[in-house]
């Protein structure tokens, strides 16, 4: 069984930063954050393979956001740099504990966290 719960959304204006905790309890073979704006479905953000700290990203946020973990590995980071409108949303950590599957598919992840909002005005 995989706890999760995130913190640091809040409000910024274009071009500003957050960073956004997920504290995770249990162990995971992969974690992830997810970001879903009302009425569109859930969108992979990036990945962290807890083992090796290998990440992923989707094209949208590559080169402004950054996925890292604390070194008990019990804190997953999304450092968020740049900030558009666009990243509005409400952003989820998600966790596995299984190898294989795809990183940014929602369905892979059993575990889920109950969401931070950041909102982006322009």
């Known amino acids: 069984q995989v706890q999760l719960m995130e913190s640091g959304g809040g409000s910024v204006q274009t071009g500003g930063s957050l960073r956004l905790f997920c504290d995770r309890s249990g162990y995971s073979v992969r974690t992830a954050w997810f970001r879903q704006v009302p009425g569109k479905e859930r969108e992979a953000v990036a990945a962290i393979y807890i083992a090796s700290e290998r990440t992923n990203y989707a094209n949208s946020v590559k080169g402004r956001f950054t996925i890292s973990q604390d070194r008990v590995n019990t804190t997953i980071y999304l450092q968020m740099n740049d900030l558009k409108p666009d990243d509005t949303a409400t952003y989820y950590c998600?966790?596995?504990?299984?190898?294989?599957?795809?990183?940014?598919?929602?369905?892979?992840?059993?575990?889920w966290g109950q969401g931070t909002q950041v909102t982006v005005s322009s």
């Open positions: 998600a966790a596995t504990q299984e190898f294989g599957g795809r990183w940014s598919r929602e369905g892979d992840y059993p575990y």
